[in-house]
């Protein structure tokens, strides 16, 4: 190795879709701070969008590998993509070899076992088009470690697929943006309590609250699945279901404020709704 080479760390996420590659992605997101600013995470399915030309889709990704690259202090990436063959990766790993010999690149590849089945249970809502036929035919090999010298065993990891639970597949499948879905809560986006703001000179103000806004993610799940429910069950299920949380903050300056939003407890709600027949089991 050359000195002065610097170091990166290319992380190749391997598995069919559903399998949880876009979750582990967001999980490792970092914005990096360039004369743009830039993701760590470079998101193959985006690139293809604008072309199918399996040329044009490599360009692009060493493109933004470069990109990456150049931000000063970064050394990790994660390349997010449709890799189910040994050889789309190791096609990877040499163009980015070959075109970047002035860094000392570290790959590392994190795969996810074939679980079709499980697979498309995940992929129910998640896009306004599902990939159930890609994931049902696309070929999945295991990665070969042989064909990846580079990649020392500590360097591959294998995960398993972990099954959506039916509460969070029936809320993303009937309109709930996945942004607000996480660990079984339904969360509506956060408005401020109001707070004051300062200054190291002693001024300082104050901001007004915002006006609590409606739980609209909730009340379009409830209308949807359930359009004949009464009033007073409709109230009954919002309060042993929802509330709003307070989230207090403060900054530098001595500023304080709080912001607040509401949740369900999705798991509790589908529980509640599927014992009294308002929705039936998913399948």
Not at 78 to 96: H, S, Y
Not at 266 to 283: M, N, P
């Given at each position: 190795m050359a000195k002065n080479m610097q170091n990166k760390v290319v992380n190749i996420l391997y598995g069919l879709p559903g399998s949880g590659k876009s979750t582990f992605a967001s999980e490792n997101t970092e914005q990096l701070i360039s004369k743009y600013v830039v993701s760590n995470v470079i998101d193959v399915d985006s690139i293809a969008k604008e072309s199918y030309d399996k040329d044009k889709i490599t360009n692009r990704i060493l493109e933004q590998v470069g990109q990456i690259f150049l931000v000063k202090g970064n050394t990790?990436?994660?390349?997010?993509?449709?890799?189910?063959?040994?050889?789309?990766?190791?096609?990877?790993?040499?163009?980015?070899?070959?075109k970047f010999q002035d860094y000392n690149i570290t790959f590392k590849l994190d795969w996810w076992e074939e679980d079709r089945a499980a697979c498309i249970w995940n992929d129910k809502g998640r896009r306004e088009q599902n990939s159930m036929f890609s994931i049902e035919n696309l070929p999945f090999e295991?990665?070969?470690?042989?064909?990846?010298?580079?990649?020392?065993?500590?360097?591959i990891r294998k995960h398993q697929v972990v099954r959506r639970s039916d509460?969070?597949?029936?809320?993303?499948?009937?309109?709930c943006f996945k942004r607000h879905v996480n660990?079984?809560?339904?969360?509506?986006?956060?408005?401020c309590l109001g707070g004051t703001?300062?200054?190291?000179?002693?001024?300082?103000?104050?901001?007004?609250?915002d006006q609590q806004p409606d739980f609209e993610a909730f009340e379009?799940?409830?209308?949807?699945t359930c359009p004949e429910i009464s009033y007073l069950a409709y109230k009954k299920i919002v309060i042993?279901?929802?509330?709003?949380?307070?989230?207090?903050?403060?900054?530098?300056?001595?500023?304080?404020?709080?912001d607040a939003h509401h949740e369900c407890d999705?798991?509790?709600?589908?529980?509640?709704?599927?014992?009294?027949?308002?929705?039936?089991?998913?399948?």
């Open positions: 990790h990436l994660i390349i997010d993509g449709l890799f189910t063959t040994n050889a789309q990766v190791r096609t990877l790993m040499d163009r980015i070899i070959n295991v990665p070969d470690t042989k064909l990846f010298p580079e990649l020392i065993y500590s360097r509460a969070k597949n029936w809320a993303l499948e009937h309109g660990d079984g809560i339904l969360k509506s986006d956060s408005w703001w300062g200054h190291y000179d002693g001024e300082g103000g104050t901001k007004e609250a379009t799940l409830i209308e949807t042993e279901c929802c509330k709003v949380v307070t989230v207090p903050d403060s900054d530098y300056y001595g500023g304080s404020w709080a999705l798991e509790k709600l589908y529980s509640i709704l599927k014992e009294k027949g308002y929705i039936k089991e998913q399948s």
